[in-house]
């Protein structure tokens, strides 16, 4: 049996997250951790008001910055989100998919700062801004 890729561990324990697999969330690219995540806007994950619950975009940013940072990492390194502003900026209704993405601003002296957007039929969802502090192995 071959070693599992770091890539595949990576998805596999983030996605496997009790609260990340209840709420339907996966990988646009299957295997790919780069390439963001979709989520379907269901009964589970919307508001009465029948749009996607306002904590889960930043959930979604969080998740999605995570995923990259961490392909850019050795293994055995680890980063914490120690801030995050999310700008909510329009409503995903009820029965649609949002779609996410982020990139590294920033990757160096223990921090990262990453920056994403959620994305719902092509339009801008939301926003925002994680800084994660970095540990790698031996430091």
Known sequence: MTEPRWIDEILESVLTTPLHR????RPRVP??????LELDVSTDTATPAEVLHGGLHGLLIDVTSALLLAT???RGSYAATISSSISIVSAARLGGTVTTNAQIDRLGGGHAFLSGRV???GEVVA?????KIVKRPGR
């Open 22 to 25: 209840s709420i339907g969330m």
């Open 31 to 36: 295997g790919d951790p780069t390439a963001g």
């Open 72 to 74: 850019e990492l050795p």
């Open 119 to 121: 994305e719902c039929a």
């Open 127 to 131: 926003t925002g801004q994680i800084v």
